[in-house]
Nanobody, 125 residues
Framework: QLQASGGGLVQTGGSLRLSCVASTRTFSMYSMAWFRQAPGKEREFVSA????????YYADSVKGRFTISRDNAKNTVYLQMNSLKPEDTAVYFC????????????????????WGQGTLVTVSS
């Protein structure tokens, strides 16, 4: 299971850090990702971390502003979000896949096995 937290209301240009805790003894074996879904829109990829830890991916819309990281000792993946914009407003979901994920699958929601409940991020203008 995944438990996401850290969402909230922030002004344009502000920052938030999302956390996602996984209840598994083999967290380091999981590829982890963040997706988001804005009202009336489809779920979209934000960022991902392959299980090996050697590859990190970002959507073009968040490159240079968001940073994904993981702490295997705490079974936690983080998403540091800086320079937030109103268009970043969405429910953010963490997702996990047991094992490695190939590059062509990273941005596909269906490639992930487990999903958290989501945490709402609202950026006011």
């Amino acid at each position: 299971q995944l438990q996401a937290s850290g969402g909230g209301l922030v002004q344009t240009g502000g920052s938030l850090r999302l956390s996602c805790v996984a209840s598994t003894r083999t967290f380091s074996m999981y590829s982890m990702a963040w997706f988001r879904q804005a009202p009336g829109k489809e779920r979209e990829f934000v960022s991902a971390f392959r299980s090996s830890g050697s590859f990190i991916y970002y959507a073009d819309s968040v490159k240079g502003r968001f940073t994904i990281s993981r702490d295997n000792a705490k079974n936690t993946v983080y998403l540091q979000m800086n320079s937030l914009k109103p268009e970043d407003t969405a429910v953010y979901f963490c997702a996990a896949r047991n094992g490695r994920i190939i590059t062509s699958e990273v941005q596909r929601a269906g490639a992930y096995d487990v999903w958290g409940q989501g945490t709402l991020v609202t950026v006011s203008s």
